[in-house]
């Protein structure tokens, strides 16, 4: 399913990384992550960026090639909600190997803890979820270095489905993702999904965006395929 391109970068990259491991060794560094921090992480290919999610939402980074700990980490894409909302955040990344520079789009997918009487959910049932496509960029000094990265936001949609998320991910102009229920109802038939959405067209809060439902039985998507 690989074009010849896609192949001759994953080659190059798995005969780098092997060539650069017998040369050097290995540098090993730990920290611990905050206090607010989620149970979602993605390490940057180059291995230099470390992303995490945070309780209320926010993305952050750290610098894995600065001194000092996690306390220098930067916030990269802010929350969405209050602080006092606890959210669940699913990231996913898509590189883009043709920039000068390291640059990606980032995926992600916050899941608010529902609270009926909170001001950013005057209608709890309309939606589930927001969905954000961010463009990230290396932050470059006068000099050339790369001191840091930068976000621009490409798309943020509701998605409505009450039911459960297992995996999600992006790719191109479309995002993915399963969604489960223990009761099968009209919509997602047998009770699993996979939802594509192509991010470009979403143009606004409205739900009314195209999308398309496949029904599978044990429903997953992965950063390699849709399905």
């Known amino acids: 399913m690989y074009t010849d391109r896609e192949l001759e970068h994953l080659i190059l990259r798995w005969q780098s990384g092997k060539a650069g491991w017998a040369l050097t060794q290995p540098r090993i560094r730990q920290f611990s992550l905050p206090k607010d921090y989620f149970n979602c992480t993605h390490l940057i290919e ?27 980490s930067v ?14 955040t699913r990231l996913c990344v898509d590189m883009d190997p043709d920039a000068e520079y ?3 789009n980032l995926g992600i997918m916050t899941s608010p803890r ?6 950013e959910f005057p209608n709890p049932p309309r939606f589930a979820r927001w969905i954000q496509v961010i463009r990230v960029t290396s932050d470059v000094d006068e000099n050339g270095q790369v001191t840091g990265l930068r976000a621009e936001c490409l798309a943020r949609f509701h998605e409505e489905y ?16 399963s969604l489960y229920t223990f009761e099968p109802t009209p ?4 009770g699993e ?19 398309k439902l496949i029904c599978r ?8 395929s849709f399905i």
């Not at 180059?46 to 220098?72: E, I, P």
């Not at 916030?75 to 909302?85: K, S, W």
């Not at 919509?187 to 047998?190: K, P």
């Open 162 to 177: 009450l039911c459960g998320c297992d995996s999600f991910t992006l790719r191109g102009h479309y995002v993915a993702y």
């Open 187 to 190: 919509i997602l038939n047998d």
């Open 46 to 72: 180059g291995g230099r960026w470390l992303l995490f999610a945070t309780l209320y939402g926010s993305v952050k980074y750290q610098d894995l090639n600065a001194s000092g700990d996690v306390s220098d």
């Open 114 to 119: 529902r609270q009926r009487d909170h001001p």
């Open 217 to 224: 039985r044990r429903a997953e998507v992965s950063h390699m």
């Open 102 to 104: 390291l640059t990606f």
């Open 193 to 211: 999904s996979v939802a594509i959405v192509d991010w470009t067209l979403v143009h606004s809060t409205s739900l009314a965006y195209p999308r």
């Open 75 to 88: 916030t990269l894409v802010p929350t969405l909600f209050d602080e006092e909302i606890i959210v669940n």
